[in-house]
C-alpha cells in the first residue's frame, strides 16, 4: 500500500522557519511528480511548489524565494523549506504524488500556524 506521511508542521512566530517532511512508503518516489499544496480555512486548496516529470521545479508566486521543495530519494522524503513565514501561510500543508496509472496519492496533512 502506497502511503505518504507528513511531519514538520507546527506553531511559528511571523519570520520563522519550519521544515515539512513527507515519507514515502509502498513506492519509490524517483522520477514521479509530487508536490506540497496546501489549504487555510474557507479557501479552496492551492499549490505551493512541485516537481515536474523532468525534476524541474516550480513555486506559487506567494511562496518564490521563501520556500525551496527537495527530495532525498535515499531516503524516498520530499521536503519543504519554508523560511520568512508569514501569518498568511498558515493552513494545512499536504504532499501529493502523482500517479500516471491510477490515483494520485495524498499525504494527510500537517498544519503550519504563523502568529503575529
Known amino acids: 500500500q502506497v502511503q505518504l506521511v507528513e511531519s514538520g508542521g507546527g506553531l511559528v512566530q511571523a519570520g520563522g522557519s519550519l521544515r515539512l517532511s513527507c515519507a514515502a512508503s509502498g513506492i519509490i518516489i524517483n522520477n514521479y511528480r509530487m508536490g506540497w499544496y496546501r489549504q487555510a480555512p474557507g479557501k479552496q486548496r492551492e499549490l505551493v511548489a512541485a516537481?515536474?516529470?523532468?525534476?524541474?521545479?516550480n513555486y506559487a508566486d506567494f511562496v518564490k524565494g521563501r520556500f525551496t521543495i527537495s527530495r532525498d530519494n535515499a531516503k524516498n522524503t520530499m521536503y519543504l523549506q519554508m523560511n520568512s513565514l508569514k501569518p498568511e501561510d498558515t493552513a494545512v500543508y499536504s504532499c501529493v504524488l502523482v500517479r500516471t496509472y491510477g490515483s494520485n496519492v495524498w499525504g494527510q496533512g500537517t498544519q503550519v500556524t504563523v502568529s503575529s
Open positions: 516537481f515536474s516529470s523532468g525534476g524541474s521545479t
